[in-house]
Protein backbone atom coordinates (compact mmCIF):
# COMPACT_ATOMS: atom_id res chain seq x y z
CA UNK A 1 0.00 0.00 0.00
CA UNK A 2 3.22 2.20 -0.41
CA UNK A 3 3.45 3.96 -3.51
CA UNK A 4 7.32 5.08 -4.60
CA UNK A 5 7.08 7.12 -7.62
CA UNK A 6 10.16 6.60 -10.58
CA UNK A 7 12.00 9.70 -10.97
CA UNK A 8 12.54 9.20 -14.83
CA UNK A 9 15.15 12.13 -15.75
CA UNK A 10 17.36 13.40 -18.07
CA UNK A 11 20.54 13.99 -19.01
CA UNK A 12 22.94 16.87 -19.96
CA UNK A 13 26.39 17.84 -21.40
CA UNK A 14 27.00 21.84 -21.18
CA UNK A 15 30.39 22.35 -23.15
CA UNK A 16 32.85 20.73 -21.16
CA UNK A 17 30.24 19.42 -18.20
CA UNK A 18 28.02 16.53 -18.42
CA UNK A 19 25.33 16.52 -15.81
CA UNK A 20 22.64 14.09 -15.46
CA UNK A 21 19.57 13.47 -13.25
CA UNK A 22 19.45 10.54 -11.04
CA UNK A 23 16.17 7.91 -11.50
CA UNK A 24 15.10 7.40 -8.12
CA UNK A 25 11.39 7.13 -6.58
CA UNK A 26 9.19 9.10 -4.21
CA UNK A 27 6.58 7.66 -1.54
CA UNK A 28 3.94 6.97 -0.55
CA UNK A 29 0.62 4.99 -1.68
CA UNK A 30 -1.25 1.75 -2.99
CA UNK A 31 -0.79 2.54 -6.58
CA UNK A 32 2.36 4.32 -8.69
CA UNK A 33 2.38 7.65 -9.33
CA UNK A 34 3.68 9.32 -12.26
CA UNK A 35 5.08 13.35 -11.40
CA UNK A 36 7.80 15.62 -11.60
CA UNK A 37 11.01 14.21 -12.71
CA UNK A 38 13.90 15.66 -9.97
CA UNK A 39 16.63 17.18 -12.87
CA UNK A 40 19.66 17.61 -11.36
CA UNK A 41 21.82 20.73 -11.04
CA UNK A 42 23.38 21.40 -14.56
CA UNK A 43 20.53 19.39 -16.49
CA UNK A 44 19.54 22.05 -18.78
CA UNK A 45 23.20 22.30 -20.39
CA UNK A 46 22.29 19.24 -22.74
CA UNK A 47 20.90 22.17 -24.68
CA UNK A 48 24.52 23.16 -25.61
CA UNK A 49 25.48 20.06 -27.01
CA UNK A 50 25.53 19.73 -30.88
CA UNK A 51 22.55 18.67 -33.25
CA UNK A 52 22.69 15.20 -33.61
CA UNK A 53 24.43 13.94 -30.76
CA UNK A 54 22.58 10.84 -28.86
CA UNK A 55 22.96 10.71 -24.73
CA UNK A 56 22.77 6.78 -23.28
CA UNK A 57 22.60 6.49 -19.71
CA UNK A 58 21.80 3.73 -16.68
CA UNK A 59 20.59 4.36 -13.59
CA UNK A 60 21.14 2.06 -10.62
CA UNK A 61 19.79 3.31 -7.54
CA UNK A 62 19.03 1.91 -4.01
CA UNK A 63 16.13 3.77 -1.64
CA UNK A 64 16.05 2.93 2.24
CA UNK A 65 12.41 4.08 3.83
CA UNK A 66 12.03 3.95 7.89
CA UNK A 67 8.36 5.03 8.50
CA UNK A 68 5.37 6.08 7.26
CA UNK A 69 3.80 9.43 8.03
CA UNK A 70 0.02 9.42 7.21
CA UNK A 71 -0.02 13.54 7.63
CA UNK A 72 -4.41 13.42 7.82
CA UNK A 73 -6.80 11.10 9.52
CA UNK A 74 -8.01 10.40 5.89
CA UNK A 75 -4.88 8.65 4.74
CA UNK A 76 -5.56 4.50 4.79
CA UNK A 77 -2.89 3.63 7.33
CA UNK A 78 -4.50 6.51 10.03
CA UNK A 79 -7.79 4.74 9.43
CA UNK A 80 -5.71 1.14 9.54
CA UNK A 81 -4.29 2.32 12.99
CA UNK A 82 -6.49 4.48 14.69
CA UNK A 83 -4.67 7.44 13.45
CA UNK A 84 -1.39 6.79 14.54
CA UNK A 85 0.69 9.52 13.29
CA UNK A 86 4.05 8.09 12.71
CA UNK A 87 4.12 3.92 11.95
CA UNK A 88 7.53 2.63 12.22
CA UNK A 89 8.12 0.66 8.63
CA UNK A 90 10.87 -0.80 6.71
CA UNK A 91 11.32 -0.31 2.88
CA UNK A 92 14.69 -1.47 0.38
CA UNK A 93 14.22 -0.34 -3.20
CA UNK A 94 16.60 -1.07 -6.38
CA UNK A 95 15.72 0.42 -9.13
CA UNK A 96 17.39 0.43 -13.10
CA UNK A 97 16.43 2.69 -15.21
CA UNK A 98 17.80 3.21 -18.54
CA UNK A 99 17.21 6.73 -20.92
CA UNK A 100 18.38 7.71 -24.46
CA UNK A 101 18.20 11.71 -25.49
CA UNK A 102 18.87 12.98 -28.72
CA UNK A 103 19.36 16.37 -29.49
CA UNK A 104 18.21 18.90 -32.48
CA UNK A 105 16.90 22.18 -33.23
CA UNK A 106 13.89 23.42 -34.15
CA UNK A 107 13.57 27.00 -35.52
CA UNK A 108 17.47 27.66 -34.73
CA UNK A 109 16.90 26.58 -31.08
CA UNK A 110 17.96 23.71 -29.26
CA UNK A 111 15.50 20.71 -28.81
CA UNK A 112 16.03 17.40 -27.28
CA UNK A 113 13.96 14.29 -27.49
CA UNK A 114 14.04 11.26 -24.65
CA UNK A 115 12.40 8.64 -23.73
CA UNK A 116 13.13 6.13 -20.52
CA UNK A 117 11.74 2.77 -19.26
CA UNK A 118 12.08 1.41 -15.61
CA UNK A 119 12.50 -1.38 -13.76
CA UNK A 120 12.09 -1.75 -9.37
CA UNK A 121 12.12 -4.51 -6.90
CA UNK A 122 11.93 -4.14 -2.96
CA UNK A 123 13.95 -6.54 -0.97
CA UNK A 124 11.49 -5.41 1.80
CA UNK A 125 8.19 -3.14 2.00
CA UNK A 126 6.53 -3.80 5.88
CA UNK A 127 4.05 -1.16 7.22
CA UNK A 128 4.24 -1.38 10.62
CA UNK A 129 7.25 -4.20 10.94
CA UNK A 130 5.17 -6.65 11.87
CA UNK A 131 6.14 -10.31 11.39
CA UNK A 132 3.29 -11.21 8.96
CA UNK A 133 0.18 -8.88 7.19
CA UNK A 134 -2.35 -8.49 9.78
CA UNK A 135 -5.18 -6.00 8.84
CA UNK A 136 -3.72 -4.02 5.31
CA UNK A 137 -0.25 -3.70 7.60
CA UNK A 138 2.76 -6.01 7.85
CA UNK A 139 4.70 -7.11 4.44
CA UNK A 140 2.95 -5.82 1.68
CA UNK A 141 2.60 -7.89 -1.74
CA UNK A 142 3.71 -6.66 -5.06
CA UNK A 143 2.48 -6.63 -8.12
CA UNK A 144 4.84 -5.41 -10.76
CA UNK A 145 8.74 -4.81 -11.27
CA UNK A 146 7.76 -1.93 -14.13
CA UNK A 147 6.31 1.55 -13.96
CA UNK A 148 4.94 3.23 -17.02
CA UNK A 149 7.16 4.11 -19.66
CA UNK A 150 7.86 8.09 -20.66
CA UNK A 151 8.88 10.36 -23.19
CA UNK A 152 9.75 14.11 -22.85
CA UNK A 153 10.35 16.94 -25.04
CA UNK A 154 12.70 19.82 -23.86
CA UNK A 155 13.18 23.38 -26.07
CA UNK A 156 15.68 25.71 -25.11
CA UNK A 157 14.55 29.07 -24.91
CA UNK A 158 17.68 31.19 -23.92
CA UNK A 159 21.00 28.62 -24.68
CA UNK A 160 23.72 31.33 -24.01
CA UNK A 161 26.98 29.29 -22.42
CA UNK A 162 29.39 32.52 -22.90
CA UNK A 163 27.00 34.68 -20.39
CA UNK A 164 26.47 31.43 -18.72
CA UNK A 165 22.37 31.77 -18.78
CA UNK A 166 19.91 29.01 -19.95
CA UNK A 167 16.54 28.84 -19.87
CA UNK A 168 14.17 25.70 -20.70
CA UNK A 169 10.72 24.61 -21.25
CA UNK A 170 9.99 20.78 -20.77
CA UNK A 171 7.03 18.23 -21.36
CA UNK A 172 6.80 15.11 -19.91
CA UNK A 173 4.55 12.54 -21.06
CA UNK A 174 3.71 9.44 -18.75
CA UNK A 175 1.52 6.48 -20.39
CA UNK A 176 0.28 3.81 -18.26
CA UNK A 177 1.85 0.58 -20.16
CA UNK A 178 2.83 -0.83 -16.78
CA UNK A 179 1.67 -4.33 -15.61
CA UNK A 180 -0.62 -2.93 -13.17
CA UNK A 181 -2.59 -5.84 -10.94
CA UNK A 182 -5.34 -4.30 -8.71
CA UNK A 183 -5.55 -7.40 -6.63
CA UNK A 184 -1.83 -6.38 -5.43
CA UNK A 185 -1.39 -4.02 -2.34
CA UNK A 186 1.54 -2.20 -4.23
CA UNK A 187 2.03 -1.72 -7.74
CA UNK A 188 4.82 0.00 -9.51
CA UNK A 189 2.71 1.45 -12.17
CA UNK A 190 -0.38 3.73 -12.21
CA UNK A 191 -3.99 2.47 -12.34
CA UNK A 192 -4.62 3.27 -16.07
CA UNK A 193 -3.23 7.46 -15.49
CA UNK A 194 -1.77 9.56 -17.61
CA UNK A 195 0.49 12.40 -16.36
CA UNK A 196 1.60 15.64 -18.23
CA UNK A 197 4.29 17.63 -16.67
CA UNK A 198 5.10 20.90 -18.00
CA UNK A 199 8.22 21.91 -16.50
CA UNK A 200 10.78 25.52 -16.86
CA UNK A 201 14.16 25.11 -16.26
CA UNK A 202 16.99 28.08 -15.34
CA UNK A 203 20.57 27.78 -14.95
CA UNK A 204 22.84 31.02 -14.28
CA UNK A 205 26.68 31.07 -14.23
CA UNK A 206 27.75 33.42 -11.28
CA UNK A 207 31.52 34.11 -12.31
CA UNK A 208 30.49 37.60 -13.17
CA UNK A 209 29.89 37.88 -9.37
CA UNK A 210 33.56 36.90 -9.25
CA UNK A 211 32.47 33.31 -8.04
CA UNK A 212 33.87 31.45 -10.84
CA UNK A 213 33.00 27.88 -11.66
CA UNK A 214 29.86 28.34 -9.50
CA UNK A 215 25.97 28.58 -10.99
CA UNK A 216 22.67 28.62 -9.51
CA UNK A 217 20.33 25.78 -10.85
CA UNK A 218 16.32 26.17 -10.42
CA UNK A 219 13.74 23.33 -11.84
CA UNK A 220 10.08 24.20 -11.40
CA UNK A 221 7.15 21.84 -12.77
CA UNK A 222 3.55 20.89 -12.26
CA UNK A 223 2.53 17.43 -12.84
CA UNK A 224 -1.26 16.88 -14.06
CA UNK A 225 -2.74 13.75 -13.42
CA UNK A 226 -6.01 11.97 -15.01
CA UNK A 227 -8.69 9.64 -13.16
CA UNK A 228 -7.55 6.34 -13.09
CA UNK A 229 -9.46 2.95 -12.67
CA UNK A 230 -10.31 0.91 -9.77
CA UNK A 231 -7.06 1.31 -8.38
CA UNK A 232 -7.34 -1.78 -5.72
CA UNK A 233 -9.58 -4.62 -4.86
CA UNK A 234 -9.30 -7.19 -1.89
CA UNK A 235 -11.78 -9.82 -4.21
CA UNK A 236 -13.39 -9.71 -7.13
CA UNK A 237 -16.38 -6.88 -6.93
CA UNK A 238 -14.43 -5.98 -3.37
CA UNK A 239 -12.99 -2.55 -4.75
CA UNK A 240 -12.50 0.93 -5.15
CA UNK A 241 -14.24 1.91 -8.67
CA UNK A 242 -11.86 5.58 -9.64
CA UNK A 243 -8.74 7.03 -8.16
CA UNK A 244 -8.16 10.85 -8.35
CA UNK A 245 -5.37 12.53 -7.70
CA UNK A 246 -4.57 16.49 -7.43
CA UNK A 247 -1.61 18.49 -9.05
CA UNK A 248 1.71 17.54 -7.64
CA UNK A 249 3.73 20.95 -7.62
CA UNK A 250 7.38 20.38 -7.20
CA UNK A 251 10.72 23.21 -7.03
CA UNK A 252 14.09 21.94 -6.73
CA UNK A 253 16.72 24.92 -6.41
CA UNK A 254 20.76 23.92 -6.37
CA UNK A 255 24.39 25.68 -5.36
CA UNK A 256 26.61 23.77 -8.11
CA UNK A 257 30.52 24.13 -8.72
CA UNK A 258 31.64 23.07 -12.21
CA UNK A 259 35.42 21.99 -10.08
CA UNK A 260 36.73 20.35 -13.84
CA UNK A 261 35.51 20.01 -17.21
CA UNK A 262 33.09 16.47 -17.07
CA UNK A 263 32.85 17.25 -13.21
CA UNK A 264 30.82 18.63 -10.49
CA UNK A 265 29.73 19.09 -7.35
CA UNK A 266 26.04 20.53 -6.40
CA UNK A 267 24.05 20.99 -2.87
CA UNK A 268 20.27 21.03 -3.00
CA UNK A 269 16.51 21.65 -1.39
CA UNK A 270 13.40 19.79 -3.18
CA UNK A 271 10.35 20.98 -1.93
CA UNK A 272 6.72 18.97 -3.00
CA UNK A 273 3.27 19.25 -2.21
CA UNK A 274 -0.10 18.26 -3.71
CA UNK A 275 -0.42 14.94 -5.89
CA UNK A 276 -2.89 13.41 -3.21
CA UNK A 277 -4.39 10.16 -4.23
CA UNK A 278 -8.11 9.51 -3.34
CA UNK A 279 -9.65 6.38 -4.05
CA UNK A 280 -13.72 6.20 -4.34
CA UNK A 281 -16.76 4.30 -5.47
CA UNK A 282 -17.32 0.58 -5.01
CA UNK A 283 -17.84 -1.53 -1.80
CA UNK A 284 -14.67 -0.60 -0.13
CA UNK A 285 -15.74 2.94 -0.29
CA UNK A 286 -18.13 1.97 2.31
CA UNK A 287 -15.85 -0.42 4.14
CA UNK A 288 -13.45 2.50 4.67
CA UNK A 289 -16.10 4.61 5.36
CA UNK A 290 -16.11 6.91 2.89
CA UNK A 291 -13.21 8.14 -0.09
CA UNK A 292 -9.84 7.76 1.44
CA UNK A 293 -6.55 8.66 0.47
CA UNK A 294 -3.41 6.38 0.10
CA UNK A 295 -0.76 9.18 0.11
CA UNK A 296 0.38 12.15 -1.29
CA UNK A 297 3.43 14.48 -2.57
CA UNK A 298 4.51 16.41 0.43
CA UNK A 299 7.70 16.82 1.36
CA UNK A 300 11.12 18.34 1.58
CA UNK A 301 14.20 16.83 0.74
CA UNK A 302 18.05 17.34 0.24
CA UNK A 303 20.24 16.41 -2.20
CA UNK A 304 24.07 16.27 -2.09
CA UNK A 305 25.19 15.71 -6.14
CA UNK A 306 28.69 14.27 -7.50
CA UNK A 307 30.00 13.79 -11.31
CA UNK A 308 33.62 13.03 -12.33
CA UNK A 309 34.67 11.71 -15.73
CA UNK A 310 35.53 8.19 -16.71
CA UNK A 311 36.52 8.92 -20.64
CA UNK A 312 35.90 12.14 -22.51
CA UNK A 313 32.64 10.64 -23.82
CA UNK A 314 31.88 8.46 -20.43
CA UNK A 315 30.83 9.75 -17.09
CA UNK A 316 29.52 8.79 -13.26
CA UNK A 317 27.71 10.33 -10.85
CA UNK A 318 26.08 9.91 -7.88
CA UNK A 319 22.94 11.49 -5.85
CA UNK A 320 22.38 11.52 -2.30
CA UNK A 321 18.89 12.61 -0.77
CA UNK A 322 17.57 12.21 2.84
CA UNK A 323 13.83 13.28 3.56
CA UNK A 324 13.71 15.99 6.52
CA UNK A 325 10.07 16.28 6.13
CA UNK A 326 7.18 14.07 5.10
CA UNK A 327 3.56 13.61 5.16
CA UNK A 328 1.48 11.27 3.37
CA UNK A 329 3.69 8.65 2.62
CA UNK A 330 7.00 6.77 3.47
CA UNK A 331 10.03 8.44 4.48
CA UNK A 332 13.17 8.44 3.10
CA UNK A 333 15.69 8.25 5.37
CA UNK A 334 18.58 7.62 2.76
CA UNK A 335 18.65 7.18 -0.68
CA UNK A 336 22.03 6.86 -3.30
CA UNK A 337 21.54 6.92 -6.67
CA UNK A 338 24.63 6.43 -9.09
CA UNK A 339 24.33 6.98 -12.83
CA UNK A 340 26.59 6.43 -15.92
CA UNK A 341 26.15 8.55 -18.70
CA UNK A 342 27.92 7.71 -22.56
CA UNK A 343 27.80 10.47 -25.21
CA UNK A 344 27.68 9.33 -28.85
CA UNK A 345 28.73 12.79 -30.96
CA UNK A 346 27.75 13.34 -34.68
CA UNK A 347 30.87 12.59 -36.91
CA UNK A 348 32.22 15.73 -37.95
CA UNK A 349 30.99 17.48 -40.93
CA UNK A 350 33.70 16.89 -44.12
CA UNK A 351 35.59 19.83 -44.91
CA UNK A 352 35.63 21.48 -48.51
CA UNK A 353 39.03 20.64 -50.23
CA UNK A 354 41.73 23.87 -50.74
Known amino acids: MVRWRVRLCKIALAGAA?????????????????????????????????????????????????????????????????????IPSTADLYTSITRFSYVTRLMGQPLVFSAAASFAKFDTLNIGNLPAPVGGLGPQSVGSSFADPAVYITYGLVVDPKNERFLSFSNYFYFP????????????STANQYTWVPQIGYAEGLAKH?????????????????????????????QFDKVTQSNTYNIKGFLRYNYMPLGHVAIGLEKSWGGDQVYSGGLLQTIFAGPTSFGKEDYLKGHFQGTMPLARDFQVGVDLTHDFERSGGIREDFTAELRFVKLFAPAPAPQPLK
Open 18 to 86: VAACIAGWQSPALAGSDNSNDAWAGDIGLLALPPGTLVASEYLGYRHGDEYIPGSANNVFAKLTGSQKS
Open 177 to 188: AGNYDKFKQFNF
Open 210 to 238: GLKGFWVDVIANTSVHSDGDSPFALAPGV
